[in-house]
């Protein structure tokens, strides 16, 4: 078994910051990409940025210089440091992790940006 625990999502002003962090645990035997998703209830869930083993990552355009994914691979841990954060970004953040062949999930946590 994998657990993927997000914590960090809460209620933020346009304009402010937040930063998710996401904890592996269980069967972990290396992480080979660590990611964050994103999705607003009715819409399909999006893919936010990605960190691969090495360090290489990927962001959604909208999303770049805004954003910055990270990771500690001995600890099986990953953050995502969001800045300048707009009210269309409200929506529920997903940890997902990808090792050995298999995708795994967290169970979200609500980022909601509004005055």
């Known amino acids: 078994q994998v657990h993927l625990v997000e914590s960090g999502g809460g209620l933020v002003q346009p304009g402010g910051s937040l930063r998710l962090s996401c904890q592996a645990s269980g069967r972990i035997f290396g992480i080979a990409v660590m990611g964050w998703y994103r999705q607003v209830p009715g819409k399909e869930r999006e893919l936010v940025a990605l960190?691969?083993?090495?360090?290489?990552?990927n962001y959604a355009d909208s999303v770049k210089g805004r954003f910055t994914i990270s990771r500690d691979t001995a600890k099986n841990t990953g953050w995502l440091k969001m800045s300048s954060l707009k009210p269309e970004e409200t929506a529920i953040y997903y940890c997902i992790i990808f090792q050995l062949g298999s995708y795994y999930w967290g169970q979200g946590t609500q980022v909601t940006v509004s005055s």
């Open positions: 960190i691969t083993s090495s360090g290489s990552t």
